[in-house]
């Protein structure tokens, strides 16, 4: 196993995430806890030191299961991380109720890795809002030893990560991001590396595989890579570009099932970066992927100044592109819907009245009204 250095710990490079832990009946509440508690025996066994879970995973039963389990080893020989729910604005005057509940499902005296949850359009004025308290809070009991950790999680686009950098950045030890080799474009995240090392902030790494999206590639896409790297499978290439960015400490992996575990265990056994072929090879793969699904939208805006609802078109069309990507391969994509929950209602996809005003200007000729029409009925709203 590979271990990073994270202030005079080591931590596995593999942190075992436990947001897809194996089910019963395909019932997401019901965790297999036999299953799940062979898994957490292999990793323990094979050197994972890092479990990641959060108050609303499984519909809150993440906690509960991951309680049970790691109860039964030394509490020194792993890391538990959890997070304070912010992604339900219902919770934000909770947190004190939250936290307490949190120590008492996972059957610890302290965490060692805290976050603020999901950081995002939706959130930030109640994140940055010292009424609720929550800051004050964590921070209290991070001084007084039930937190070791403190960090953030992030979904939301750059300006949202600054304006929460630039009021808690100080006291932030590490933030966790969507980063792959598919949203270091898609998404920006080379833009949010950028930002988190002018802070001198460690990256933890979620969804490296895009919901399973990378873990799908086609025969064309599949034969390029093999002939660079005969022995490494389309999972594993993702990993391996991850071990090729310096910043990057924890990349965390949701594994529902012992073979997966298995192979995420085989891959990191040792740090095999990318050259600059193998990246480009990549790069290419994920400019095809984008391709795909990506209008060629150019921000102009012309759109806008003729649009009677006043929708922000190029907005929607970008959070379009990101649901699409991830969908259509079957994974389950929730940025768009929580950055869409942040937006007016009569701003939404659905509030198009498909006049085609818009379209007459656009140089792109893009069928706007159609892919407003299309997400609205992706999106049921």
């Not at 049970?68 to 909770?94: V, W």
């Not at 809002?129 to 001084?143: C, F, N, P, S, T």
């Not at 300006?159 to 929460?164: D, E, I, K």
């Not at 474009?185 to 399973?212: H, N, S």
Request: aromatic share 10%; proline share 4%.
């Amino acid at each position: 196993m590979i271990y990073k250095e994270f202030q005079n710990k080591k931590l596995s490079a593999l942190g075992f995430g436990t947001m897809r832990l194996p089910v019963v009946n395909g019932k997401d509440a019901e965790i297999d806890q036999d299953a799940a508690k062979a898994m957490v025996a292999e990793a323990m066994k094979q050197g994972i030191n890092y479990y990641d879970t959060a108050w609303g995973y499984h519909e809150g039963n993440s906690e509960l299961v991951m309680g049970e389990i790691l109860s039964q080893y030394p509490r020194d020989s792993f890391y538990l991380a959890t997070k304070f729910p912010g992604y339900d604005l219902s919770n934000m005057n909770r947190v004190s109720e939250i936290f307490e509940k949190q120590l008492e499902k996972c059957r610890v005296e302290y965490f060692d890795f805290y976050l603020f949850h999901n950081v995002c359009e939706m959130n930030i004025e109640d994140y940055l809002d010292e009424r609720h308290g929550i800051y004050a809070y964590l921070m209290e009991q991070k001084q007084n030893g039930r937190i070791r950790h403190l960090g953030f999680s992030a979904h939301g686009d750059m300006p949202v990560m600054r304006r929460f950098l630039e009021k808690y950045g100080k006291d932030m030890e590490f933030c966790q991001i969507q980063l792959n080799y598919l949203d270091l474009k898609f998404q920006d995240a080379q833009a949010k590396l950028e930002l988190l090392k002018a802070y001198d902030i460690p990256v933890w790494v979620m969804e490296p595989l895009r919901g399973g999206r990378l873990a799908k590639l086609t025969a064309e896409e599949t034969d390029k890579l093999t002939l660079l790297r005969p022995e490494e499978t389309p999972v594993a290439w993702a990993f391996r570009f991850l071990q090729s960015i310096p910043e990057v400490t924890m990349v965390l992996s949701g594994m529902s099932n012992m073979e997966q575990l298995t192979a995420n265990i085989a891959t990191y056994a040792e740090e095999k970066p990318l050259n600059g072929e193998e990246l480009s090879a990549l790069q290419e793969i994920a400019d095809g992927m984008a391709a795909e699904v990506t209008l060629p939208c150019t921000s102009c805006r012309y759109c806008t100044s003729h649009c009677p609802q006043g929708l922000d078109i190029p907005y929607l069309l970008s959070l379009y592109h990101e649901h699409r990507s991830t969908t259509e391969v079957g994974g389950m994509s929730f940025i768009a819907p929580m950055a869409l929950s942040a937006v007016e209602k009569e701003k939404q996809p659905g509030a198009c009245i498909g006049c085609r005003s818009c379209e007459t200007v656009c140089p792109q000729q893009i069928k706007i009204s159609q892919v407003m029409q299309t997400f609205s009925d992706m999106l049921g709203m």
